[in-house]
């Protein structure tokens, strides 16, 4: 869009969103809609699920600390009433593009280039396993797991989902 457009639009947020905290890490929530509003960019409307994903990378990055789930334990005794509980660092969004797609691509070590990506809708998870922000493109059935109430719920609702 340009770095003279691209910095109108985001005075022009700051204008009307002023940050409610000193907090700037914490800034910014809203601005995929306000990218959506923006006339000069009506017609690109990919340009907000760009943003909110980035939005996403943030809080991510900024979230809670917390020991991952061990795999061997859950794989050693399964319990199915065990609550699925993701991460705090862990985000999940569907988007209207290939906005998880779009944004491996433009990373220093972009290991797909831009024609090569499917322009369809995707589910993207965000998380920080350890000190590093992944971005993943994840299949709705995996996504329908990760909603899963409990380890047999989400089980169940996989299986139901395999047999439709």
Known sequence: VGADAFAACAHDFVER???AEPRLCLYG???GMHL??????????????????ERLVVEALFA???DPLDPGAVASAPDPDMPLVLHPATRIAA???PAASLWLAHQGDAGQAL?????MPE??????PGLTIEVHAIAPAAHAFLAGPTLGEAAAAEIGRAHV
């Open 36 to 53: 959506s509003g923006w006339p000069p960019f009506a017609e690109l409307p990919f340009l907000r699920d760009m943003a909110t994903l």
């Open 123 to 128: 589910i993207a998870l965000v998380t920080r």
């Open 64 to 66: 809670a600390d917390a």
């Open 29 to 31: 929530d809203g601005f």
């Open 17 to 19: 969103h002023p940050p």
């Open 95 to 97: 988007f209207d593009c």
């Open 115 to 119: 024609e090569a990506i499917d322009w």
